[in-house]
């Protein structure tokens, strides 16, 4: 429980570096607690997403890992990351990302912070 809590504020803190950095990146609230809020409930959509579709892309993307020596990975980062924008939008949840190349850019933000926090983050059940 404490290991996927701990995942849950990484992937919150990616993500909330990611809408600071970016300005087609948007998370917008009434105030700071419903921001904060927002962005649990999306790193928790985020963190479902990467569990669930992210290893099916993968072993079907399969030739493309090997053809392009893994920098597919950045296009899967990016598609992963436009489809929680768009489970958030369905959700009524005010996070947007706009755009494909946004979406690659904030996908190697994300990976880079998320990988960041959980070197510093203990990860232990």
Do not use: C, R, Y
Not at 1 to 8: A, D, L, P, S
Not at 28 to 37: I, N, V, Y
Not at 46 to 74: A, E, Q, R, S, Y
């Amino acid at each position: 429980m404490k290991n996927f809590v701990v995942k849950t504020i990484a992937n919150a803190g990616a993500l909330a570096v990611a809408v600071w950095l970016l300005d087609k990146i948007t998370l917008t609230g009434d105030s700071t607690a419903k921001k904060a809020g927002t962005l649990i409930v999306v790193a928790l959509i985020f963190g479902l997403v990467n569990w669930l579709v992210k290893p099916i892309v993968k072993v079907l993307t399969f030739p493309l890992f090997i053809l392009t020596l893994g920098l597919i990975t950045l296009v899967v980062n990016a598609l992963m990351l436009l489809l929680t924008s768009w489970l958030s939008g369905k959700s009524d949840l005010h996070f947007h990302v706009q755009g494909f190349w946004t979406a690659v850019v904030g996908g190697l933000i994300i990976s880079i912070v998320s990988w960041a926090l959980h070197v510093v983050l203990p990860d232990e059940d």
